[in-house]
């Protein structure tokens, strides 16, 4: 059941950089998003609404915090885990779509931003407007960004008018952000956005069904291995595994039998089988020692026998994942607030 919580002025209600499942909805009082720019990098402080949602972005995204959510004042606040959110989304449309606008403060200015590209009195619907923010971070060469907004598409609309195209740029972009990195890279082919498939649809200016938008040819794998991403996203964690199973015991494409693998983890640790989680990344990491997602798989080691309560272990495996050259920024914050909150317990 969602909990309703009370923050006292000035308190942290969650730091940036944290992992974590809950999403919040003010009550009462005031709340401050404190984050940086996208572009500028200058301090950046939002404030939330009452009855607006916040950190709804990283908790269904499985992704750190990218803000300081802070209570200015005496504050009230119900949370919710992702699965109870979910049921609450699916018995109300008008969250859904709130959401779908405002499911984070960085995303509501992103979506600003994108809506003044568009012509001048243009009607966006959510589906394509979401669609368009992962096409923005990918010209800005933003990978990490532009899959998560790709894989969002995925999940809200698996039989939408750009899913073929979502499907192809999220596979694109992954391999770009392992080949060159954040920054680097291409961009966006001009012949493979939302504007060149709609161009292709004809001029009679109504909706385009999935049939009337260009598909690129995407390989079964690649389209199995990203139905099992939207099945995680949406927290079927069980579903997910059996799909990124049936990849490990059927494909002969090295790639992504070795993704897949890394996503079993992800899935185990998420249903909270952590013993089963250690097993399985403990025989991956020796199996592929320089698997891409290497890091990351340390990290989930660490966090498996952090829950189990072998600290000393998991001390271990975050302290290797600093010693190593090469670690992101973001993974390197998520293990220095595992540190910090293991020392402060």
Same mark, same amino acid.
């Given at each position: 059941m969602?909990? !309703?919580m %009370?923050y006292?002025?000035n308190?942290?209600?969650?730091?940036?950089?944290?992992i974590?499942?809950? /999403?919040?909805?003010?009550k009462a009082?005031?709340?401050s998003?404190?984050?940086?720019d996208?572009e500028t990098?200058?301090?950046?402080?939002?404030? /939330?609404?009452?009855g607006?949602?916040?950190g709804?972005?990283? =908790?269904?995204?499985? #992704?750190?915090? $990218?803000?300081? !959510?802070?209570a200015?004042s005496?504050s009230?606040?119900?949370?919710?885990?992702?699965p @109870?959110? @979910?049921?609450?989304?699916?018995?109300? %449309?008008?969250i859904v779509?709130?959401?779908?606008?405002?499911?984070?403060n960085?995303?509501?200015r992103?979506?600003t931003?994108v809506r003044?590209?568009? !012509? $001048?009195?243009?009607?966006?619907?959510?589906e394509?407007g979401?669609?368009?923010?992962?096409?923005y971070?990918?010209?800005?060469?933003?990978?990490?960004?532009?899959?998560?907004a790709?894989?969002k598409?995925?999940?809200?609309?698996?039989s939408?008018? #750009?899913h073929?195209l979502?499907?192809?740029?999220?596979?694109?972009?992954?391999q770009?952000?392992?080949?060159?990195?954040?920054?680097?890279g291409?961009?966006?082919p001009?012949?493979?956005?939302?504007?060149?498939?709609? =161009?292709?649809?004809?001029?009679?200016?109504?909706?385009r069904?999935a049939d009337?938008?260009?598909?690129?040819?995407?390989g079964?794998?690649?389209?199995?291995?990203y139905?099992a991403?939207?099945?995680?996203?949406?927290?079927?964690?069980? $579903?997910?595994?059996?799909?990124?199973k049936?990849?490990?015991?059927?494909?002969?494409?090295?790639?992504?039998v070795v993704?897949?693998?890394?996503? /079993?983890g992800r899935?185990?640790?998420?249903? @909270?089988?952590?013993?089963?989680c250690?097993?399985?990344?403990?025989a991956?990491?020796?199996r592929y020692?320089?698997?891409?997602d290497l890091?990351?798989?340390?990290y #989930?080691l660490?966090?498996?026998? $952090?829950?189990s309560?072998?600290?000393?272990?998991?001390?271990?495996?975050y302290?290797?994942?600093?010693?190593?050259?090469?670690?992101?920024?973001?993974?390197k914050?998520?293990v220095n607030?595992?540190?910090?909150?293991?020392q402060?317990a």
């Amino acid at each position: 059941m969602p909990k !309703a919580m %009370t923050y006292k002025a000035n308190s942290v209600i969650y730091f940036q950089g944290d992992i974590s499942d809950r /999403i919040y909805i003010l009550k009462a009082g005031r709340v401050s998003l404190n984050s940086n720019d996208i572009e500028t990098g200058e301090p950046v402080r939002d404030s /939330i609404q009452t009855g607006e949602f916040f950190g709804v972005k990283s =908790a269904l995204g499985k #992704y750190p915090r $990218e803000e300081n !959510a802070i209570a200015l004042s005496d504050s009230h606040v119900v949370v919710f885990t992702v699965p @109870e959110f @979910e049921q609450l989304a699916l018995s109300n %449309t008008r969250i859904v779509m709130k959401m779908l606008n405002v499911f984070s403060n960085q995303l509501r200015r992103l979506h600003t931003k994108v809506r003044g590209l568009l !012509a $001048e009195g243009e009607q966006v619907d959510p589906e394509l407007g979401l669609f368009r923010i992962g096409e923005y971070y990918m010209k800005k060469k933003e990978y990490d960004k532009a899959l998560y907004a790709f894989q969002k598409y995925l999940t809200y609309y698996p039989s939408g008018a #750009y899913h073929q195209l979502a499907n192809k740029h999220a596979q694109q972009v992954e391999q770009y952000a392992s080949q060159y990195g954040i920054g680097q890279g291409p961009g966006l082919p001009a012949s493979e956005t939302g504007e060149a498939a709609a =161009a292709s649809s004809g001029a009679n200016g109504g909706r385009r069904s999935a049939d009337e938008v260009p598909k690129p040819e995407l390989g079964p794998i690649a389209k199995q291995y990203y139905n099992a991403v939207s099945s995680f996203s949406q927290g079927n964690y069980a $579903e997910a595994m059996k799909q990124f199973k049936t990849i490990v015991d059927t494909s002969e494409d090295r790639e992504y039998v070795v993704k897949s693998m890394f996503e /079993i983890g992800r899935c185990l640790y998420s249903l @909270e089988r952590y013993d089963a989680c250690i097993r399985h990344f403990t025989a991956l990491v020796q199996r592929y020692p320089k698997m891409p997602d290497l890091d990351e798989a340390l990290y #989930y080691l660490g966090q498996s026998y $952090e829950r189990s309560g072998d600290s000393d272990r998991a001390i271990g495996f975050y302290k290797k994942i600093l010693s190593r050259s090469g670690v992101s920024e973001a993974l390197k914050r998520k293990v220095n607030n595992a540190l910090r909150s293991m020392q402060g317990a």
